[in-house]
């Protein structure tokens, strides 16, 4: 099925990474064949949360925050769906960081693209949980690769860089293929700088190191990916790539009862529940 839509309204800054991550996600649903009216984007707010405007798919715009329990309503409503969740780092770290612990723990299949440039683009500049401890905040940073690793769950944890195009496109595919098959949430970081207000492009570039450049480095091991991702980071790096990745079945394949249908594949005429709105009535009438 061919993509048509190739809608250039955007709000965003020339220059933003934020193209990269929309246009990679383009180019990845379309050689994956995946049709449009089979593909979901929900987003928060923030510069990064009108992502789903320029995507030709179902698309939903939630409240600041809110994005994780929006998509995994639709990911049991109807698990069929292609389902890919996006936001900034204040959506997703700040406001929506108790959404993105919980969601690490359900693992729902869908993708979870978060778009890290380390400040409220939108409200123009304010600092979010991963600005660095020196850009003007008496907090330390925030680390949702760690924080996904520390969660026995979590089957998909990735970092990819807007300055690293081809490295971000692979992950991109590995994120999409890995909800497709039902094997969970897959949590994909992905460093865009704000050029206007927080350029980090020079910086993250002489920074990021790919994990997967070690052909020892073993992305299956969940305590030496950790150890990995610890010693990187304390030395000044970014550690990226595909970081780790974990067997589990996803929620809704989990809790459905053998035999269950769906919500959205139920039939919607009323005669097909009389008989069961009759029983539950008779029920109460005793
Ligand atoms: C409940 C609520 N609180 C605060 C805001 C204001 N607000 C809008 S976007 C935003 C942060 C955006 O930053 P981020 O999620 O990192 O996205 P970016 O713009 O950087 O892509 C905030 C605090 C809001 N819209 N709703
Ligand atoms: S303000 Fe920053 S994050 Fe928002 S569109 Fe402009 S460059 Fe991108
Ligand atoms: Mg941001």
């Known amino acids: 099925m061919t993509r048509t839509f190739d809608h250039t309204n955007t709000i965003w800054c020339a220059g933003c990474g934020h193209f990269g991550v929309r246009n990679t996600l383009v180019s990845a649903l379309r050689d994956l064949e995946v049709p449009p009216h089979e593909t979901m984007v929900l987003a928060g707010i923030g510069c990064s949360g009108t992502i789903q405007n320029n995507v030709e798919a179902y ?11 929006a998509a995994l309503g639709v990911a049991l409503t109807n698990p069929h769906l292609t389902i890919i969740a996006a936001g900034g780092d204040g ?65 998909f944890l990735a970092r990819a860089f807007t300055g690293a195009p081809e490295q971000m496109d692979r992950l991109m595919r590995a994120a999409l293929i890995h909800s497709q098959q039902r094997r969970g949430f897959a949590f994909l970081e992905i460093l865009s700088p ?29 305590a030496k990916a950790f150890g990995r991702v610890h010693e990187v980071s304390e030395g000044g790096g970014i550690p990226t790539g595909l970081i780790f ?41 005793v």
């Not at 723990?105 to 400040?119: F, G, I």
């Not at 039939?267 to 008989?275: E, F, I, Q, S």
């Open 59 to 69: 698309g939903y715009h939630a409240l600041h925050g809110r994005v994780l329990p």
């Open 91 to 155: 959506d997703g770290y700040a406001i929506g960081a108790g959404h993105l612990v919980h969601t690490f723990k359900r693992n729902p299949a869908m993708v979870y693209l978060l778009m890290n440039n380390a400040v409220y683009g939108l409200t123009k500049g304010q600092d979010s949980p991963t600005a660095t401890p020196s850009h003007e905040t008496a907090e330390q940073g925030m680390d949702g690769i760690s924080l996904g690793l520390a969660l026995p769950g979590t089957t």
């Open 194 to 222: 704000c050029v206007t207000y927080n350029d980090t492009y020079a910086d993250w570039a002489g920074r990021v190191v790919d994990l997967e450049a070690d052909d020892h480095y073993d992305r299956f091991d969940r």
């Open 245 to 285: 990745e974990g067997a589990r079945t996803d929620m809704a394949t989990r809790i459905m009862v053998k035999g269950a249908v769906a919500p959205a594949h139920q039939p919607t005429d009323v005669d097909a529940h009389l008989d069961g709105y009759r029983d539950l009535m008779a029920e109460y009438a």
